[in-house]
C-alpha cells in the first residue's frame, strides 16, 4: 500500500500547476499550492501515508459532515428536513440564487454554505460557545486528537471578509429557516471553518464513516449506523457541489471537500481517506487530491458503483 501511494503521489504532482489556492479569503492565498499528501487509515485500524500529508491545513467544508452528524444526533433526519433539504444542487458552494427560487427557501443541502449554516443553527447549545464547543469536543474524540484547534489568522481573514455567507445567513432568517441568532450562528460556521488539520485528521472521520460509526483505533460506538448512512448518501449526491456528479463517475465513495484543499473519501467497511492539496479546480476542488484519489480507486478497485 505504501509504495503504491508513494507512486500515486508522484505520477499526480504536476496537477497542482493547474490549480489555484483560494483567494477570496484573504488569509487562504498562502497556502502552499504545490503541497499534496494523502493518509489512509482503514477499519481494522492501519495506517498508511504518503507525501505531504503532515501539512496543516484549515479544514473548511470538510467540517459540514461533522456539524451534520452532531445535528442529526441533535435532532432527527425528519426534524433537519423541515430546515434543509437533501437535493443536489448544480450552483456552486456559496450560491444565493436557489434559497430564493428553489424549495421554499430552504437550503438545497447540509453540504453547501446555506445549508451548512441551517445545520449549525440546530445544533445542541444555548451559547454560541455551547455551540461550538459541541462540534468542536465531537471532532476531537472521533480524529482521536486533543489539540485540534482553530487558526486565528484564518477564522479573523474569513470573519472580515465572510459577507457572502452574511447575506445567505440573514436571507434564512428573513425565511425563518434561522432565528435572531443569526450573527453568533455565522461566528460558530466561520470558526468551525477554520480548525486546522491534517489529512490524518480526515482520514479518521472518513474511517468512523466506513466503519458505521463506530472509532476503529477503541471499539467505541460514537454514532448510529442510521446517521452514518444518511451523511454517505449526502456526501455521495453533494459532497463535491456541483462536481459530485463527475467524482461519483471518476471516483465512486462518498466524499467531502474544503477549500482549504482537503478531501475526505468514505470507503464503506474498508477505509477513509484523506488528501490535501491546496491547489484547487473552478469548483473549489482540491485539483490534485482528486486525481489521486481517481488512482487510488481505480488501482484497489474502490467505486462502490
Ligand atoms: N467550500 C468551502 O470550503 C467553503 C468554506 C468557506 N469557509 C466559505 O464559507 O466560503
Not at 72 to 98: Q, Y
Not at 191 to 217: H, Q, R, W
Not at 231 to 239: D, E, I, N, P, R
Amino acid at each position: 500500500m505504501k509504495d503504491l501511494l508513494d507512486a500515486i503521489v508522484e505520477n499526480n504532482r504536476h496537477w497542482t500547476q493547474y490549480g489555484n489556492v483560494a483567494t477570496y479569503i484573504p488569509e487562504l492565498s498562502k497556502g502552499n499550492a504545490h503541497a499534496l499528501g494523502v493518509y489512509v487509515y482503514d477499519v481494522d485500524g492501519n495506517e498508511y501515508s504518503s507525501g505531504d500529508y503532515d501539512v496543516k491545513f484549515t479544514i473548511q467544508s470538510v467540517s459540514k459532515i461533522v456539524s451534520f452528524m452532531c445535528a442529526l444526533m441533535d435532532n432527527n433526519f425528519e426534524k433537519l428536513c423541515t430546515k434543509i433539504s437533501v437535493a443536489p444542487t448544480h450552483d456552486g458552494f456559496n450560491s444565493i440564487v436557489n434559497l430564493e427560487t428553489k424549495n421554499s427557501h430552504k437550503p438545497l443541502n447540509p453540504m453547501i454554505n446555506s445549508g451548512a449554516i441551517a445545520t449549525i443553527s440546530m445544533v445542541k447549545g444555548d451559547t454560541p460557545e455551547d455551540k461550538f464547543n459541541r462540534i468542536l469536543d465531537f471532532m476531537k474524540k472521533i480524529t482521536n486528537n486533543p489539540n485540534i484547534n482553530i487558526n486565528h489568522d484564518v477564522y479573523h481573514s474569513e470573519k472580515n471578509t465572510g459577507d457572502r455567507n452574511r447575506a445567505l445567513a440573514y436571507f434564512m432568517k428573513s425565511t425563518r429557516i434561522i432565528g435572531d441568532d443569526v450573527e453568533w450562528i455565522l461566528d460558530v460556521y466561520f470558526k468551525l471553518c477554520s480548525m486546522e488539520v491534517t489529512c490524518k485528521d480526515i482520514a479518521y472521520i472518513g474511517a468512523l464513516l466506513a466503519n458505521d460509526g463506530v472509532l476503529p483505533f477503541n471499539g467505541e460506538r460514537v454514532t448510529t449506523k442510521d446517521i452514518c448512512k444518511i451523511v454517505k448518501a449526502v456526501m455521495t449526491t453533494c459532497g463535491m457541489y456541483d462536481g459530485s456528479g463527475e467524482f461519483a463517475v471518476s471516483v465512486g465513495v462518498p466524499a467531502k471537500s474544503g477549500v482549504g484543499g482537503g478531501i475526505v473519501a468514505v470507503v464503506p467497511k474498508k477505509m477513509g481517506i484523506g488528501v490535501v492539496g491546496p491547489a484547487l479546480d473552478k469548483k473549489g476542488n482540491s485539483i490534485g487530491g482528486i486525481q489521486i484519489l481517481k488512482d487510488l480507486s481505480n488501482r484497489l478497485d474502490l467505486s462502490i458503483f
